[in-house]
């Protein structure tokens, strides 16, 4: 099994920036790929961004530009960058990961998930 711990969220106004991490614990490989997800009220979970084990990246086209995905696989840590917050990237942000290496948009391809923290951009 493997655990995930995320942590950064908070409040911030509209224009700030937030960075979430995920620490993973347990039976963790550097080998798995790992996604951010969220989720706001009344909404379907939504794919945030993934980035494999050699840094190949992927982001949904909203947040393309604003939010930057990296690991420091010493640390089995996973963070989102996220700049130029806006009220509707406000979610519970949650971390995932990935048995396999390669980066899915798709939630259902990823195999652990963290319990996430709640992120809020005021306007």
């Known amino acids: 099994q493997v655990q995930l711990v995320e942590s950064g969220g908070g409040l911030v106004q509209a224009g700030g920036s937030l960075r979430l991490s995920c620490a993973a614990s347990g039976r963790t490989s550097n080998t798995y790929a790992m996604g951010w997800f969220r989720q706001a009220p009344g909404k379907e979970r939504e794919f945030v961004a993934a980035?494999?084990?050699?840094?190949?990246?992927l982001y949904a086209d909203s947040v393309k530009g604003r939010f930057t995905i990296s690991r420091d696989n010493a640390k089995n840590t996973v963070y989102l960058q996220m700049n130029s917050l806006k009220p509707e990237d406000t979610a519970v942000y949650y971390c995932?990961?990935?048995?396999?290496?390669?980066?899915?948009?798709?939630?259902?391809?990823?195999?652990?998930w963290g319990q996430g923290t709640q992120v809020t951009v005021s306007s």
């Open positions: 995932a990961a990935r048995r396999l290496s390669g980066v899915r948009r798709e939630g259902s391809e990823y195999d652990y």
């Open positions: 980035i494999s084990w050699s840094g190949t990246t």
